[in-house]
């Protein structure tokens, strides 16, 4: 547990730098459910490990979060999903941020 609140408190970090530079309105978080394609990983329920284990998932967190394949304390996270992480305002996942990384991850989904 210890470690995972450190790995947390990284990632609150990582993106306050992030924070910074592209200012996002200050909301609650995002609550909405996000429907995935048939076949695609999902910001709702693929933990970040897969996302980064399979390569059309990993192109599109490099483009969408490069501050996230960043993040030092990655492998403390692995087992969360993007939603989970979404409730750190550091993380600067809202509902439409979420919601374009889901559409590009069921545009690399596999055939």
Do not use: W
Request: glycine residues 6%; aromatic residues 2%; hydrophobic residues 50%.
């Amino acid at each position: 547990m210890r470690r995972l609140t450190a790995g947390v408190a990284g990632l609150a970090l990582v993106f306050a730098a992030a924070a910074a530079s592209a200012q996002m309105p200050s909301s609650t978080p995002a609550s909405s459910p996000i429907a995935a394609a048939p076949g695609a990983m999902s910001v709702e329920n693929t933990t970040i490990g897969d996302l980064l284990a399979d390569a059309g998932a990993h192109a599109v967190l490099e483009k969408d979060m490069p501050a996230l394949i960043a993040y030092p304390g990655l492998d403390q996270i692995k087992g969360m999903t993007l939603r989970a992480i979404s409730v750190y305002p550091e993380a600067q996942l809202d509902d439409t941020k979420l919601a374009a990384i889901q559409k590009d991850l069921d545009a690399a989904k596999k055939p």
